[in-house]
């Protein structure tokens, strides 16, 4: 069975079903509403774009599938797909769709779309989110259609740092040192006992996203500036944050694995970032650990797993990790009980990345002045682009968050993504150099 099949038979025993993949990324923010926040840590690029990345999941659907969208497909990108052969779902769209809005926001707010996905309801059809918030919920009542998941009360349980930070202790895990501050009074003593360590000090919301609601305490002055501001609240306002230290140098892994309904663990894949002169390109696949890394990678996984399945998760599990320049692994950081971005590479993997290939999940972000085609997008990659299973190049995932972020004054802040694919890992990486210069070259970015 191929990725998907395997997915469908852990969560609905079936793995001829059919899924509505509706990809809601950065589910969090809704996991996240009225919890407490850092001060200034919630900055993120724009809502439009992260919204677009959805047009991911036409890459993970299997035959028969569908994908919700927030818009129609490009029709240039969608002739492209056609030609590699990398979508075997179809695709539905919302009526009625508002930037700002996630997808499942959209299609509560279009008829149309949920006379569609009522339609479709035969008794073996489920809707699969990226992750279960209230809205999914209320998405499925209003078609019929269940979903293929646990319930959002679950799911932002289970995927808050202090969960994971509790977990690892609890199983016994190797544990980056750190401390939970629930309040805001606790927050002095935990940067104190954490910087006189040495080194430096991450503070993190328990339900913080890619990378935000995320302070990194560099010394005892940036410590106190961060007191001064939250201190405010007063000593008993709740605070939700795990301090911990900084771990340099070290390898940064995220690994997935699938608990089925029944409880049964199943590892799927590793990969690992690439950097360079400290700048991150993007993660690597396959990834060869050393043996005795790899094994406590798996046995963590078995553990971690079957701590989720008790508290009532089964789905999909991203989970952060870290391999120290010692040898030391550091099993979790962070648990994402949801799809993650390597979900949305499997199906890509089996399809375009046999074994011996290798492969670099890459974003390029671009400046640009103007709206663009993707036949432009075509053109200045030039040989680079994909065409066809086998070759080295760039197989281009998502387009649609290239044109999504308008910055109001007449420019865009564009992204791609891609998986960049070649016969080694540094050739891989040479792909990736080179694709991004041509696409700043054709968004006239220079400098």
């Given at each position: 069975?191929?990725?998907?099949?395997?997915?469908?038979?852990?969560?609905?025993?079936?793995?001829?079903?059919?899924?509505?993949?509706?990809?809601?990324?950065?589910?969090?923010?809704?996991?996240?509403?009225?919890?407490?926040?850092?001060?200034?840590?919630?900055?993120?690029?724009?809502?439009?774009?992260?919204?677009?990345?959805?047009?991911?999941?036409?890459?993970?659907?299997?035959?028969?599938?569908?994908?919700?969208?927030?818009?129609?497909?490009?029709?240039?990108?969608?002739?492209?797909?056609?030609?590699?052969?990398?979508?075997?779902?179809?695709?539905?769209?919302?009526?009625?769709?508002?930037?700002?809005?996630?997808?499942?926001?959209?299609?509560?707010?279009?008829?149309?779309?949920?006379?569609?996905?009522?339609?479709?309801?035969?008794?073996?059809?489920?809707?699969?989110?990226?992750?279960?918030?209230?809205?999914?919920?209320?998405?499925?009542?209003?078609?019929?259609?269940?979903?293929?998941?646990?319930?959002?009360?679950?799911?932002?349980?289970?995927?808050?740092?202090?969960?994971?930070?509790?977990?690892?202790?609890?199983?016994?895990?190797?544990?980056?040192?750190?401390?939970?501050?629930?309040?805001?009074?606790?927050?002095?003593?935990?940067?104190?006992?954490?910087?006189?360590?040495?080194?430096?000090?991450?503070?993190?919301?328990?339900?913080?996203?890619?990378?935000?609601?995320?302070?990194?305490?560099?010394?005892?002055?940036s410590a106190a500036r961060l007191l001064r501001l939250i201190e405010r609240r007063g000593p008993d306002a709740p605070a939700a944050l795990v301090v911990e230290t900084w771990i340099e140098h070290a390898l940064d892994l995220n690994y997935q694995f699938v608990i089925s309904r029944t409880g049964r663990v199943r590892f799927e894949t590793?990969?690992?970032?690439?950097?360079?002169?400290?700048?991150?390109?993007?993660?690597?696949?396959?990834?060869?650990?050393?043996?005795?890394?790899?094994?406590?990678?798996?046995?963590?996984?078995?553990?971690?797993?079957?701590?989720?399945?008790?508290?009532?998760?089964?789905?999909?599990?991203?989970?952060?990790?870290?391999?120290?320049?010692?040898?030391?692994?550091?099993?979790?950081?962070?648990?994402?009980?949801?799809?993650?971005?390597?979900?949305?590479?499997?199906?890509?993997?089996?399809?375009?990345?046999?074994?011996?290939?290798?492969?670099?999940?890459?974003?390029?972000?671009?400046?640009?002045?103007?709206?663009?085609?993707?036949?432009?997008?075509?053109?200045?990659?030039?040989?680079?682009?994909?065409?066809?299973?086998?070759?080295?190049?760039?197989?281009?995932?998502?387009?649609?968050?290239?044109?999504?972020?308008?910055?109001?004054?007449?420019?865009?802040?564009?992204?791609?993504?891609?998986?960049?694919?070649?016969?080694?890992?540094?050739?891989?990486?040479?792909?990736?150099?080179?694709?991004?210069?041509?696409?700043?070259?054709?968004?006239?970015?220079?400098?």
């Amino acid at each position: 069975m191929n990725f998907v099949q395997r997915l469908k038979s852990d969560l609905t025993g079936d793995p001829q079903a059919r899924f509505v993949f509706i990809n809601n990324f950065e589910v969090e923010r809704s996991w996240a509403a009225g919890e407490p926040k850092l001060p200034g840590a919630g900055i993120s690029f724009a809502d439009a774009t992260v919204n677009r990345m959805e047009e991911l999941g036409v890459l993970l659907a299997g035959e028969g599938d569908v994908v919700m969208l927030k818009a129609p497909m490009d029709e240039e990108f969608a002739r492209y797909l056609d030609r590699l052969g990398a979508a075997a779902g179809r695709t539905v769209w919302a009526e009625h769709s508002e930037p700002a809005r996630t997808v499942t926001e959209d299609a509560l707010a279009s008829p149309g779309l949920l006379d569609r996905l009522r339609a479709l309801d035969d008794g073996r059809t489920y809707l699969m989110p990226l992750g279960v918030s209230p809205h999914e919920e209320l998405l499925a009542k209003e078609t019929g259609l269940p979903l293929a998941g646990p319930s959002a009360q679950t799911c932002k349980a289970v995927n808050g740092k202090i969960f994971s930070h509790r977990l690892v202790a609890a199983a016994g895990l190797t544990a980056v040192p750190g401390r939970v501050c629930q309040r805001v009074g606790e927050l002095r003593g935990a940067l104190s006992a954490q910087l006189a360590d040495g080194g430096r000090v991450a503070v993190k919301e328990s339900l913080g996203v890619s990378g935000r609601g995320m302070v990194v305490i560099e010394d005892e002055r940036s410590a106190a500036r961060l007191l001064r501001l939250i201190e405010r609240r007063g000593p008993d306002a709740p605070a939700a944050l795990v301090v911990e230290t900084w771990i340099e140098h070290a390898l940064d892994l995220n690994y997935q694995f699938v608990i089925s309904r029944t409880g049964r663990v199943r590892f799927e894949t590793v990969k690992a970032a690439v950097l360079r002169d400290g700048v991150h390109q993007g993660h690597r696949f396959p990834v060869e650990l050393p043996p005795a890394a790899s094994a406590q990678l798996h046995d963590a996984v078995q553990v971690i797993g079957e701590a989720l399945y008790a508290e009532g998760y089964y789905g999909m599990v991203g989970v952060d990790a870290m391999l120290g320049r010692d040898g030391t692994l550091y099993p979790c950081l962070e648990i994402n009980a949801r799809f993650n971005m390597s979900t949305y590479q499997s199906r890509i993997a089996e399809r375009f990345i046999p074994e011996g290939r290798h492969a670099i999940a890459a974003t390029f972000g671009l400046r640009l002045s103007r709206r663009h085609r993707f036949a432009e997008v075509e053109a200045a990659l030039g040989d680079l682009l994909m065409d066809r299973p086998g070759r080295t190049g760039l197989l281009i995932n998502n387009f649609a968050t290239l044109n999504a972020a308008d910055t109001g004054e007449g420019g865009f802040h564009g992204r791609l993504y891609g998986i960049c694919v070649a016969d080694g890992p540094d050739t891989a990486l040479a792909v990736r150099r080179e694709a991004e210069q041509r696409l700043r070259e054709m968004a006239g970015m220079t400098s």
